[in-house]
């Protein structure tokens, strides 16, 4: 198969799912993993697309909002790891908050059989997820219907939010920096993400490896806001290490282990 057509059938993968791997695709092209490393170097060149750890991703611009979708497509494996090292930080009798997103999703079908918690939510999708359990209250915030997210934003989901007082906020976004932290193409979704994060005392991101070192136009929260990221093994090792440098604790779900957690020192 010559260049120029294997580039193509990945630039369509990667419109359509969003994300590639590298083994996944060399495999349904006949190629080896070599040749399609360099296809995909002369591809994130050309800008046709953004090279991670074992693949590549969408280039998404800054002001890019991607749907519900779009993002249920992308790492779903690793979402779901992250979801499970995050179900670790909960305990019984908690109050915590969890924004919109396709992880905090996977978190939330994982806290269906909880015996006792409090979940404040803006995101419709969680609150639906949560409406059989039992022993899991559910508060879902008033607001105006944000349709890509499925998730309820705006001045109303801001003022709901702010006379509570929840032990720990779990938000996602598009992206994940050391120099600029959380970050959404949306004003507005990140007006509401901030005031969502304001309502606990300990702040977790969840952030998959496509997120990771990307940034969007709108800053969610700061890193110096931000007390714990959790992401898979996957993401960019010298970035997370620049993210502990800046003070957050990282936990890092992987492949055939539970969790490789490490605290930054001060």
Do not use: W
């Amino acid at each position: 198969m010559l260049a120029v057509e294997r580039r193509r059938m990945i630039a369509e993968r990667v419109r359509s799912r969003g994300v590639v791997s590298v083994a996944e695709m060399a495999e349904a092209l006949g190629t080896t993993e070599i040749t399609l490393r360099r296809d995909l170097r002369a591809m994130a060149k050309a800008g046709l697309l953004v090279r991670t750890h074992g693949g590549a991703i969408q280039p998404a611009g800054l002001g890019h909002e991607p749907s519900y979708s779009e993002k249920a497509q992308q790492a779903a494996g690793e979402k779901a790891a992250i979801a499970r090292l995050a179900l670790e930080m909960v305990r019984p009798g908690d109050s915590i908050v969890l924004g919109p997103g396709t992880t905090t999703l996977a978190l939330a079908r994982l806290l269906i059989h909880y015996p006792e918690l409090t979940v404040v939510t803006n995101s419709l999708l969680v609150a639906q997820a949560l409406m059989e359990s039992p022993r899991v209250e559910v508060i879902l915030t008033g607001g105006t219907l944000r349709r890509p997210i499925h998730a309820l934003v705006g001045p109303a989901t801001e003022e709901s939010v702010r006379a509570l007082r929840a032990s720990q906020a779990f938000i996602s976004g598009n992206g994940f920096t050391a120099d600029r932290g959380l970050s959404t193409p949306s004003p507005v979704v990140a007006a509401t993400d901030r005031a969502l994060a304001g309502a606990a005392q300990h702040v977790v991101v969840l952030a998959d490896y496509t997120k990771i070192g990307q940034e969007t136009m709108c800053q969610t929260v700061p890193a110096a806001r931000v007390h714990t990221l959790i992401t898979d093994s996957k993401a960019d090792a010298a970035e997370l290490q620049a993210v502990r440098d800046a003070g957050v604790e990282v936990r890092v779900a992987g492949e055939g282990v539970d969790v490789e957690s490490s605290r930054a020192t001060a």
